[in-house]
């Protein structure tokens, strides 16, 4: 049951002793959650998905088929991540240097959607309902309700909360309101609001 509040797991997966998982979660085929890991309520963790220890996700975050959310990583509510997205948490990983001390944090902002196998390279922070378009690879912050695309990422755009895209210039100052939901954005130095 989801609104029910019952966690559903499905036989194959492995949840390790330890590990939190929400009320109202649904966990799904050959997933595997590590002790560490802490998930909020009302998740949807898909097949194939890997939670390791040192991993934070918040309430209502959609993880597609087959993400490894590896440590370091810290996703906010209403998080959407799309299918084969890739975390990494090492900026220049070897396999005979050990580095597991140089893990570098990443951050996902509320509302964010991650595109199906974007990239986010670690240390960066994905500001609030930004969009990360299919494919992409992130090296840099992105800003709120930002609309990034391309390898590497670049900015192109605006998106509302609603995940429509807003007419507005990618910079100076302007005002729009969201095609479906009416509600008003702001453009100024750089950064969008909602203004309404």
């Given at each position: ?5 019952a ?7 492995i ?12 966990v ?60 990494t ?13 140089e ?22 922070t ?26 590497p ?44």
């Amino acid at each position: 049951m989801r609104n029910g509040l019952a966690i559903s797991i499905h036989p194959s997966a492995i949840v390790d002793a330890g590990a939190q998982i929400g009320d109202g979660c649904l966990v799904w085929h050959f997933v595997h959650i590590s002790a560490g890991a802490r998930i909020g309520r009302a998740c949807s963790i898909g097949q194939g998905v890997f939670v390791g220890n040192d991993v934070r996700i918040g309430d209502r975050v959609k993880i597609q088929n087959h993400v490894s959310v590896y440590d370091a990583v810290t996703i906010e509510d209403d998080v959407f991540c799309g299918p084969s997205m890739v975390f990494t948490n090492v900026y220049n990983p070897r396999a005979t240097v050990p580095r597991r001390t140089e893990y570098r944090p990443t951050l996902v902002r509320q509302g964010a959607t991650l595109g199906a196998n974007c990239t986010i390279v670690c240390g960066v922070t994905i500001g609030r309902h930004a969009f990360v378009a299919a494919g992409a690879v992130v090296r840099h912050d992105v800003p709120d309700f930002a609309l990034v695309a391309g390898v590497p990422a670049r900015h192109i755009g605006w998106m509302s909360r609603h995940g429509e895209r807003l007419d507005l210039p990618p910079e100076g100052e302007a005002e729009t309101v969201c095609p479906h939901t009416g509600e008003r954005y702001r453009l100024r130095s750089g950064r969008v609001e909602l203004v309404t």
